[in-house]
């Protein structure tokens, strides 16, 4: 069973950055598609961007584009959130999750039922 480990959370002043990674282990990343979902306090889990198998399609949610890179190493299983310029509202939980369903499209990678498998989260905390 694929098993997901978020790390890289932590504590960061408004502006900084941060890099998550999540690192996947027992099968290959290349079968899967990942998304990485955020849950601030007191609010629902929301979808923050996806990353296709190969790598080549990401999509973002309108709330981090331009701030946020998704990228993919399969040689070291892992997946990468690059984020910069953070703020106090990207203060959350970050999860991210795998399906082998192609749903790395607008609209779609959100839908947190379509993934099978889910890391245990990584908190970042964005304030001065």
């Known amino acids: 069973q694929l098993q997901l480990v978020e790390s890289g959370g932590g504590l960061v002043q408004p502006g900084g950055s941060l890099r998550l990674s999540c690192l996947a282990s027992?099968?290959?990343?290349?079968?899967?598609?990942i998304g990485w979902f955020r849950q601030a306090p007191g609010k629902e889990r929301e979808g923050v961007s996806c990353?296709?198998?190969?790598?080549?399609?990401?999509n973002y949610a309108d709330s981090v584009k331009g701030r946020v890179t998704n990228s993919k190493d399969n040689a070291k299983n892992t997946v990468y959130l690059q984020m910069n310029g953070l703020k106090p509202e990207d203060t959350a939980i970050y999860y991210c999750a795998a399906t082998g369903k192609d749903i790395c499209y607008r609209g779609f990678y959100i839908l947190q039922p379509e993934y099978d498998y889910w890391g245990p989260g990584t908190a970042v905390t964005v304030s001065s």
């Open positions: 027992e099968y290959s990343l290349d079968y899967y598609v």
């Open positions: 990353i296709s198998r190969s790598g080549s399609t990401t």
